[in-house]
């Protein structure tokens, strides 16, 4: 099906061609006819499956008609507004209104919002009003408490990576912003999961949307390589300097459990003369931005990240996503994995697993959820010293209930898997 097929009007179709997408992704080819129709959309996407713009080009198009139909001269009101969970995927949602918009006659004023920074400037460039904003739900509360933005003529809105949302605990806040919004409005709810809480928010907001789940849709999956290494947890930081020289990698996101490990690991790096920078929620925004701007040039290799990073960072052509540390949630594993093996780019996910039971279970249970059976990798110098765990996890099948075969576990063992399923079963947070 061609982009044009979908009811988008000639500047928008321009604009896709000058990006260079050729053909609409599946989630595409179903979001943006319903969209220009005005139906409600429920959609669950993984993040590289094109779902930015099968939002931003319905509402750019809606952009468009609203500026054919509006007398001259009548003020300027926010008519579509996204909610994201993140101040990246913001930037990275502002950035795509942007671009697609880029060659309109009169492009649309777009406001980005989001908190950790300075309200002042917010607020000058609200004055005169926007014609689209994104936003994160706290700052665009406050920016509402002080009558720097009207809401109350929004006709689309948009919540993307809902999922992340609620488990950020925005639910609250997600509720009073919809009490500041019009009845009638068109929605369209994104989420990388069909989490419970999603379902239910949708049932609550909805009407009879399109519903759509991409997530097992073999098309639209990235191509990404999926490899398990069994590793002494001591000789992670060398593992990973051997693999990156080794294996030439071009360029990696590492993820690690903790802000102190992240210092730590980008800077023994550092001392290994690889360019690397850690990436974290307590850095300044600024620093942040810097950092991405040296990893998307090249200047900096290797960025050594905490969950922060793992969604709404669009980086072209990233090879290789390293799980240092493991992911908490099978739901955090997709979107670590889903930075690399973007926009039909193939990619590459290495996790490391530490040589003992609690490592070993925790990542059965990932492997489960994703229906994934790994090969565990031992590589010389770098595997455990227990040659039973080793064997293990070299050759022992998946249990379907969780169990590990051939061995009866310790009560510490029991132990350990139990936490490690607690764990698992815990909301995310960054
Ligand atoms: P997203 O899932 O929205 O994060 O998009 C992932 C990547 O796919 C981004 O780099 C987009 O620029 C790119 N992309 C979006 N739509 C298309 C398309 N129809 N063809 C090729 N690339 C696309």
Same mark, same amino acid.
């Given at each position: ?7 988008l009007?000639a ?5 896709i061609?000058?990006?260079g ?9 179903e979001?943006?006819?319903?969209m220009?129709q005005?139906r409600?959309?429920l959609?669950m996407?993984q993040t590289g499956s094109g779902?930015?713009?099968?939002f931003c080009l319905p ?5 468009l008609q609203h500026?054919a139909?509006?007398?001259?001269g ?13 101040r990246e995927?913001?930037d990275?949602v502002g950035e795509?209104?942007?671009r697609l918009?880029d ?8 406001a ?8 002042n400037?917010?607020m000058m ?6 014609d689209i ?10 920016l ?13 809105l ?5 999922d992340r949302?609620?488990a ?10 919809f009490q500041?919004?019009p009845?009638q409005?068109q929605?369209?709810?994104f989420? *990388?999961?069909? &989490?419970e809480? #999603?379902?239910?928010? /949708?049932d609550?907001? =909805?009407?009879?949307p399109l519903?759509? %789940?991409?997530?097992?849709d073999?098309?639209s999956?990235p191509d990404? *390589?999926?490899? &398990?290494?069994v #590793?002494?947890a001591? /000789?992670r930081t060398q =593992? ?5 020289? %080794?294996?030439?990698w071009?360029r ?6 903790t802000?102190y &490990?992240?210092d730590?690991v980008a800077?023994k790096?550092r001392r290994?003369r690889?360019?690397a ?7 300044t925004q600024?620093?942040r931005?810097q ?10 290799k290797i960025?050594?990240?905490t969950?922060?990073a793992a969604?709404?960072?669009d980086?072209?052509q990233?090879?290789v996503v390293?799980?240092y540390?493991?992911?908490r949630?099978?739901d955090?594993?997709l979107?670590?994995i889903?930075?690399t093996?973007r ?5 590459l996910?290495?996790?490391f697993?530490?040589?003992?039971a609690a ?6 249970l ?11 990798e ?5 595997i455990a010293?227990?040659p039973?765990?080793?064997?293990m996890?070299q ?8 169990g590990?075969k051939?061995k009866r576990p ?7 898997a139990?936490?490690?399923?607690q764990?698992?079963?815990q909301?995310?947070?960054?």
């Amino acid at each position: 099906m061609p982009f044009s097929a979908t009811g988008l009007p000639a500047l928008l179709l321009n604009a896709i061609a000058e990006r260079g997408y050729t053909q609409p992704t599946p989630i595409q080819a179903e979001v943006i006819p319903a969209m220009l129709q005005g139906r409600d959309v429920l959609a669950m996407a993984q993040t590289g499956s094109g779902k930015t713009a099968a939002f931003c080009l319905p509402l750019l198009a809606h952009f468009l008609q609203h500026q054919a139909d509006k007398k001259s001269g009548s003020e300027r009101v926010v008519q579509s507004l996204i909610l994201v969970p993140t101040r990246e995927l913001a930037d990275q949602v502002g950035e795509q209104l942007r671009r697609l918009s880029d060659a309109f006659p009169h492009r649309p004023k777009l406001a980005v919002l989001y908190g950790g920074i300075a309200i002042n400037p917010q607020m000058m460039h609200l004055r005169g009003g926007a014609d689209i904003v994104v936003a994160t739900p706290g700052r665009l509360l406050d920016l509402a408490s002080k009558n720097a933005i009207k809401l109350t003529h929004i006709k689309h809105l948009i919540l993307d990576e809902a999922d992340r949302m609620l488990a950020l605990g925005f639910a609250e806040e997600l509720k009073a912003v919809f009490q500041l919004l019009p009845a009638q409005r068109q929605h369209g709810f994104f989420s *990388a999961t069909f &989490a419970e809480h #999603v379902a239910t928010l /949708a049932d609550h907001i =909805l009407h009879n949307p399109l519903r759509l %789940s991409i997530v097992n849709d073999e098309a639209s999956k990235p191509d990404i *390589a999926q490899r &398990a290494i069994v #590793v002494q947890a001591n /000789a992670r930081t060398q =593992l990973l300097k051997h693999l990156f020289q %080794s294996e030439k990698w071009s360029r990696a996101i590492v993820f690690v459990a903790t802000k102190y &490990a992240a210092d730590l690991v980008a800077d023994k790096l550092r001392r290994a003369r690889i360019s690397a920078e850690a990436f974290h929620g307590e850095q300044t925004q600024g620093k942040r931005t810097q950092v991405l701007a040296d990893f998307k040039a090249a200047r900096v290799k290797i960025v050594v990240a905490t969950d922060v990073a793992a969604r709404g960072i669009d980086i072209s052509q990233l090879p290789v996503v390293v799980n240092y540390d493991l992911p908490r949630s099978a739901d955090d594993y997709l979107h670590r994995i889903g930075r690399t093996g973007r926009a039909g780019a193939s990619g590459l996910a290495v996790n490391f697993i530490c040589a003992d039971a609690a490592s070993e279970a925790h990542f059965r249970l990932i492997e489960r959820r994703h229906q994934l059976s790994l090969t565990r990798e031992h590589i010389p110098g770098f595997i455990a010293p227990d040659p039973e765990l080793n064997n293990m996890q070299q050759t022992t099948p998946i249990d379907p209930n969780g169990g590990v075969k051939g061995k009866r576990p310790s009560k510490k063992d029991k132990l350990r898997a139990q936490l490690a399923m607690q764990q698992l079963m815990q909301e995310p947070s960054s």
